[in-house]
C-alpha cells in the first residue's frame, strides 16, 4: 500500500518561506501538491516526475520549486516569497504513472495549513 506523510506548513508573514515535504512508502511515480482555499475549486500547485520533469500553476511560478529525491520517494516543495493568497491546505499526492496531472492517484497525504498573513 502506498502511504503519504506530509510535513511543514504553517503560518508565516507574507514575503516569508516554507519549505514542504512528502515521504511516500511503497511504489509510486509522479508526486505534487494540490491546494484548496475555502471558496476555491482544488488547484494543482506543483508536480515533478521521478525523471525530473515539473509543472506549476501559473499563479506559483517563480516563487515555489519542487523537487524530488527518488531514493527516498521523497518530494519538496519550497515556498519562497508567500502571499496571502498562497493560504490554503495544501495535500501532497502521488501518482501511479508519469503522468504530471497525477492521474491515477496511488494516495493522497493528509493536508497541511498554510496561512500567510499580511
Known amino acids: 500500500q502506498v502511504q503519504l506523510v506530509e510535513s511543514g506548513g504553517g503560518l508565516v508573514q507574507a514575503g516569508g518561506s516554507l519549505r514542504l515535504s512528502c515521504a511516500a512508502s511503497?511504489?509510486?511515480?509522479?508526486m505534487g501538491w494540490y491546494r484548496q482555499a475555502p471558496g476555491e475549486p482544488r488547484e494543482l500547485v506543483a508536480a515533478?516526475?521521478?525523471?525530473?520533469?515539473?509543472k506549476y500553476a501559473d499563479s506559483v511560478k517563480g516563487r515555489f520549486t519542487i523537487s524530488r529525491d527518488s531514493t527516498k520517494n521523497t518530494v519538496y516543495l519550497q515556498m519562497n516569497t508567500l502571499k496571502p493568497e498562497d493560504s490554503a491546505v495544501y495535500y501532497c499526492?502521488?501518482?501511479?504513472?508519469?503522468?504530471?496531472?497525477?492521474?491515477?492517484?496511488?494516495?493522497w497525504g493528509q493536508g497541511t495549513q498554510v496561512t500567510v498573513s499580511s
Open positions: 499526492a502521488a501518482g501511479r504513472g508519469s503522468s504530471l496531472t497525477l492521474a491515477p492517484f496511488a494516495a
Open positions: 511503497g511504489s509510486i511515480g509522479a
Open positions: 515533478i516526475t521521478m525523471g525530473g520533469s515539473t
